[in-house]
């Protein structure tokens, strides 16, 4: 077992990562290599910014690899799936890190982008379940999915994603059951506001009312989130099916 920054994972571990080129994806990915896993970066869209994530991660020591994959669609995701096991044979730790999000008036919803959001939010898990079950190694096959505390908490404009994320954690808690018999763990990190930095979008009065309301007096961090997805990889998390686990900053307690 190697140990690196308090992350661990098996010498050879193959870990894929889903939405793993920016954001919280590029935060969990860095984890894992850190930790010494060989992580395989999926993106759908974003070349430049795959290649620069995968520069980056390269730089730092780890061992990555770009696959370019729709996995909002069911023929991404089994190409993916069926590329890795051609290329690797087995897959020790899923990351689904992806999110598509467009925010509008619960009252005026964006009926087709919406029903697009759904897709990226659940098509890893639903469109690849029955190849899961055969690709992921049995008995320390880890799978994590990140959702966001909007599947439960009432934020404005993000009705759309909300339910996506909702519809996430109960796959997440199905597909435990189901994979639970062949030692495999599947879990959620739902993370709250992400700290955005000084180009954080959200309007300064809305972000001053979310600190207020946030015991620890701040926002989360991709890194944060990133520590538990890789907590939840751990063969210590083994006995951990079905959960969601939040990360921000104890808002959720107000």
Do not use: W
Not at 96 to 122: C, E, N, Q, R
Not at 153 to 169: I, N, R, S
């Amino acid at each position: 077992m190697t140990e690196i920054n308090g992350a661990s994972a098996a010498s050879g571990s193959v870990a894929l990562v889903i939405g793993g080129t920016r954001g919280i994806g590029l935060a969990v990915a860095r984890k894992l290599s850190a930790a010494g896993s060989e992580v395989l970066l999926n993106y759908a869209h974003d070349e430049d910014g795959a290649l620069a994530a995968e520069r980056q991660l390269s730089e730092e020591g780890g061992k990555v690899r770009l696959m370019r994959a729709d996995i909002g669609r069911p023929a991404g995701v089994v190409r993916l799936l069926e590329d890795i096991r051609r290329t690797h044979g087995r897959l020790d730790v899923l990351v689904h890190a992806a999110g598509s999000f467009h925010p509008a008036p619960t009252a005026s919803p964006h009926i087709g982008k919406y029903l697009g959001d759904g897709a990226v939010a659940v098509g890893p898990l639903l469109y690849g379940a029955a190849r899961l079950h055969t690709l992921m190694t049995p008995e320390t096959g880890r799978v994590v999915a990140v959702s966001s505390i909007g599947a439960r908490t009432v934020v404005p404009g993000y009705a759309g994603l909300g339910m996506a994320k909702a519809a996430l954690e109960t796959l997440v808690r199905y597909l435990a059951v189901e994979l639970a018999g062949k030692g495999v763990a599947v879990n959620a990190v739902a993370a709250g506001k992400i700290d955005g930095g000084a180009s954080d979008p959200v309007p300064a009065q809305v972000l001053e009312g979310l600190l207020r309301r946030t015991p620890t007096g701040r926002l989360a961090t991709a890194g944060e989130v990133a520590d538990v997805v890789a907590l939840l990889c751990r063969p210590e998390a083994g006995g951990l099916h079905g959960q969601v686990l939040t990360v921000d900053g104890g808002a959720c307690l107000r």
